[in-house]
């Protein structure tokens, strides 16, 4: 059988698409047993528009040790009246005994594979998986569905729920937080590993929704989260041993990347070589004199009140070992990739430009030896000969069957 790998490798592709739903019972609010298939319903094809979903570590420009998971919004044909409102008897949601309530927080997932030549279904997985927030219908006879990413419900508790009190170590919390029946009817408990898993004095100080504390305890522990579908993590931001996936660009005999659509190749954004505790004497700068030169910024100032003097130095160093180094970013198209690629996966990255002479210059792997190939030289603003590169988003556009992925320079 044709590998998945071969398949997104081809130039023409047979995508698979599918949706289904899962309503909730008004009996408990549980949910139902199975998943209900709502792209074909009624012997008709009812999707319009499949849309995009991203995921990203360190999303916002100049902030590290930051995460999202995007929203899908998916656009149905409702000339049948499926996604009206549960009162309406021709909704999905509607029965005579009341089964079901309302359709937010019905979850939505959205699966993705591959066909063969032969009509064989190929690495067929679920892309994206969340509730639904909110379903808007018109006289244009379409719905479009906004289906918030498991992440939101992290965003609906505040950490005073858990009345916690005393000494707790970065772990101990983030598995409080995840391991509770209303987290994992959603997303199954995995224990945190974080990079330094210090102890935090006070925990009853903590203070903001589950997803705010476990947002700055990624920041502290120099972590950072990952939240797949329902797939969880708390982890080292540290790339993969081996490359997953090697792409190649312009200049190359069998180019998958279709366009860089940015590369900043200094990599500066995010250098910082100083950080240090608020209101607090400690404090850790860089050694290296020549990024001290090119980069004369302000420090990285971070309220670790809540550790002891061992623990804010040992926050500080790892931050430091981390980021005082510049991280060059790349973003670029290519096929759809399913889920072969995450936030931190490994990839190899060639693209060589435009090579001058243009006829029959010598390429590694591309000419045999003795052919009359000359060297050609590298021309245009992206040279990347064989570097490796941590993927840090994954931009999933269902609709146009493509990806755009974001990574830095390892």
């Given at each position: 059988m044709t590998t998945i790998s071969q398949l997104i490798k081809r130039s023409l592709h047979n995508p698979v698409r599918r949706a289904y739903i899962k309503r909730?019972?008004?009996?408990?609010?549980?949910?139902?047993?199975?998943?209900?298939?709502?792209?074909?319903?009624?012997?008709?094809?009812?999707?319009?528009?499949?849309?995009?979903?991203?995921?990203?570590?360190?999303?916002?420009?100049?902030?590290?040790?930051?995460?999202?998971?995007?929203?899908?919004?998916?656009?149905?044909?409702?000339?049948?009246?499926?996604?009206?409102?549960?009162?309406?008897?021709?909704s999905i949601w509607f029965d005579d005994a009341s089964t079901y309530l309302n359709r937010k927080f019905s979850k939505l997932k959205v699966e993705c594979g591959y066909k063969d030549e032969d009509g064989t279904e190929v690495g067929?997985?679920?892309?994206?998986?969340?509730v639904i927030e909110s379903v808007r219908i018109g006289e244009n006879q379409k719905s479009v569905v906004n289906v918030l990413s498991y992440q939101t419900i992290l965003q609906r508790y505040s950490v005073s729920d858990l009345s916690m009190t005393?000494?707790?170590?970065?772990?101990?919390?983030?598995?409080?937080?995840?391991?509770?029946?209303?987290?994992?009817?959603?997303?199954?408990?995995?224990?945190?590993?974080?990079?330094?898993?210090?102890?935090?004095?006070?925990?009853?100080?903590?203070?903001?929704t589950y997803w705010e504390i476990l947002q700055n305890l990624a920041y502290w522990s120099n972590s950072v989260i990952k939240l797949v579908g329902d797939t969880f993590a708390f982890k080292a931001r540290t790339a993969g041993v081996s490359s997953v996936w090697d792409f190649e660009g312009i200049g190359t005999t069998n180019p998958d990347i279709f366009q860089v659509l940015s590369y900043e190749d200094?990599?500066?954004?995010?250098?910082?070589?100083?950080?240090?505790?608020?209101?607090?004497?400690?404090?850790?700068?860089?050694?290296?004199?020549?990024?001290?030169?090119?980069?004369?910024?302000?420090?990285?100032?971070?309220?670790?009140?809540?550790?002891?003097?061992?623990?804010?130095?040992?926050?500080?160093?790892?931050?430091?070992?981390?980021?005082?180094?510049?991280?060059?970013?790349?973003?670029?198209?290519?096929?759809?990739?399913?889920?072969?690629?995450?936030?931190?996966?490994?990839?190899?990255?060639?693209?060589?430009?435009?090579?001058?002479?243009?006829?029959?210059?010598?390429?590694?792997?591309?000419?045999?030896?003795?052919?009359?190939?000359?060297?050609g030289q590298l021309k245009g603003a992206v040279n990347i000969k064989r570097q490796d590169f941590m993927v840090t988003q994954v931009n999933k556009n269902i609709q146009n069957w493509s990806t755009e992925i974001k990574a830095e320079k390892v």
């Open positions: 909730r019972l008004s009996s408990d609010a549980s949910y139902e047993a199975s998943w209900q298939r709502i792209d074909f319903f009624d012997g008709q094809n009812r999707v319009i528009d499949w849309g995009s979903v991203s995921i990203e570590i360190d999303h916002e420009p100049g902030v590290i040790s930051q995460f999202n998971s995007s929203s899908l919004n998916i656009i149905f044909d409702n000339q049948g009246g499926h996604w009206n409102v549960e009162t309406d008897v021709q067929v997985v679920d892309v994206f998986e969340g005393g000494a707790k170590t970065v772990s101990t919390i983030v598995d409080l937080i995840m391991n509770q029946s209303k987290i994992t009817d959603f997303i199954p408990f995995v224990a945190a590993v974080p990079t330094t898993d210090q102890t935090i004095q006070d925990s009853a100080l903590l203070e903001g200094e990599g500066a954004d995010r250098v910082r070589l100083f950080f240090k505790a608020k209101d607090q004497s400690e404090s850790v700068t860089s050694s290296d004199t020549v990024l001290l030169q090119k980069y004369l910024g302000e420090p990285e100032i971070i309220d670790l009140d809540n550790f002891n003097s061992v623990g804010r130095t040992a926050i500080l160093t790892s931050l430091l070992s981390t980021w005082e180094n510049p991280k060059p970013v790349i973003r670029f198209s290519t096929r759809f990739m399913l889920n072969q690629l995450e936030p931190l996966d490994k990839i190899n990255l060639t693209i060589f430009g435009q090579l001058l002479p243009v006829d029959n210059s010598f390429r590694w792997d591309a000419w045999t030896w003795d052919d009359g190939s000359v060297w």
